[in-house]
């Protein structure tokens, strides 16, 4: 996980170290950076590892663990929130999720658990765990609107959408103690499935994990798509059974519960060039960073597929980073291509785009909310844009500004560029 400090612009990263055979000894750590790039391990003093306390290890004993912070919790000791996998659960709580939730699903000695801290640094375990049925990958969101808590968790036994196979669900909780029953957001479909048999030896796709988060009043997700060739060829310690590369798309959503997929699924964190993440991309973190004019993603990387052995399958922290909304455009050719919105009331008198025309040309003209081109915000009125920028005035000749409190539409004309996103603010 990965938070920056609204007040001091330095960030903070949350991650971990173990291996596969003791998921429930995971140890976890906290790294600060001033620029997100050079990290540095503070000597916490928290926990003894080995002999001393000199090492920057946190008390929070979750494998895969994804951390928020929660803004509109009252409670200062609870700012701080976080679920991941444990192992160690008792007869006693597999009975009581066995109580909670829908029977039929396996459980194990290991289940979803839920902390919180004041600090980042020092966890609490809530007093009701282990939360959710299940183990493995998982993150963690909030909603901002209500303030719920959306958990999505990777579950691989659902009999009920063949074939068994690794697929996200979403429980939901008001209180990170009682949470909804997990319900199906993201499975593979047939064009998954048909893409994974390109590959030699390849059987199926699924689905590893959802990182999904508020945008600009939608919400956007990175689903890590795991597609599956067989048992891998070298048997190795600290490995995994299934073999096969992992890569991420992006997915959306209205308000963070019904899922859609892009109709363009090339990934948008692809595998390599560079070698640390040649083979997969088993996860990537809950929530972006807003750094200038751009948006970063950290994720886990990894030299091998899914199913490499060690010391060939090395993994890593690595960073994505895109222009500010521009993970996916609407994009024209030479022909000039005509977008128009449906009616928006504007919350300002000024438009801006962010937009790369530097080969073409935008021009922008305004309709009222019944499609009349309204005096003066005609195209043949808007000075041309033709630059590269997050940032861009529309402006025209003879209309200084946007009329206010109306309901209007926006025509794009756009030739040889690509539109990322506009926004309206108030003249200042």
Not at 216 to 245: E, H, I, N, Y
């Amino acid at each position: 996980a990965f938070l920056r400090d609204a007040a001091s612009g330095h960030f903070r990263m949350w991650y971990s170290s173990g291996t596969r055979q003791a998921l429930g000894e995971m140890r976890n750590f906290h790294a600060t950076s001033p620029d997100g790039v050079a990290w540095q391990r503070p000597d916490l003093g928290l926990v003894a590892f080995g002999e001393s306390k000199a090492n920057n290890l946190i008390n929070l004993p979750f494998h895969s663990p994804s951390v928020i912070l929660d803004r509109q919790e009252p409670d200062p000791a609870k700012r701080y929130k976080a679920v991941g996998t444990m192992s160690g659960v008792s007869e006693a709580q597999i009975a009581r999720l066995e109580n909670r939730f829908e029977k039929g699903w396996p459980l194990p000695t290991r289940a979803y658990w839920a902390a919180h801290s004041a600090d980042g640094l020092r966890w609490t375990l809530y007093p009701d765990n282990p939360v959710l049925p299940g183990c493995d990958t998982i993150t963690l969101a909030q909603d901002p609107d209500t303030g719920e808590y959306l958990a999505f968790h990777k579950r691989q036994f659902d009999k009920r959408t063949p074939p068994v196979a690794r697929q996200v669900f979403l429980s939901v909780s008001k209180d990170m103690q009682h949470w909804s029953e997990p319900q199906l957001v993201m499975n593979p479909d047939e064009t998954d499935h048909a893409e994974t048999r390109k590959l030699k030896g390849g059987m199926h796709a699924e689905f590893y994990n959802l990182s999904a988060f508020p945008y600009a009043g939608q919400w956007l997700g990175l689903v890590t798509v795991f597609r599956r060739t067989g048992p891998p060829p070298v048997k190795g310690p600290g490995q995994s059974g299934d073999d096969g590369p992992i890569d991420v798309q992006l997915v959306h959503s209205r308000d963070g519960r019904k899922w859609h997929r892009c109709s363009d699924r090339s990934p948008v964190i692809a595998l390599g060039p560079h070698r640390y993440d040649a083979g997969s991309i088993l996860g990537v973190c809950n929530t972006p960073v807003i750094v200038g004019d751009e948006m970063w993603m950290y994720y886990t990387a990894i030299t091998t597929t899914h199913g490499g052995a060690l010391p060939n399958k090395q993994m890593a922290i690595a960073r994505a980073a895109w222009r500010l909304d521009g993970m996916v455009s609407l994009r024209a050719s030479d022909s000039e291509g005509v977008i128009e919105t449906v009616p928006i009331q504007s919350e300002g008198d000024q438009l801006f785009v962010n937009a790369d025309v530097r080969t073409g040309r935008l021009l922008v003209e305004v309709l009222d909310a019944d499609g009349r081109v309204m005096p003066g915000f005609e195209k043949s009125a808007c000075l041309p844009l033709t630059g590269d920028a997050v940032r861009q005035t529309v402006k025209w000749r003879t209309a200084p500004s946007l009329p206010k409190g109306e309901a209007l539409r926006l025509r794009f004309h756009l030739t040889r560029g690509d539109l990322f996103s506009y926004s309206f603010e108030a003249s200042r």
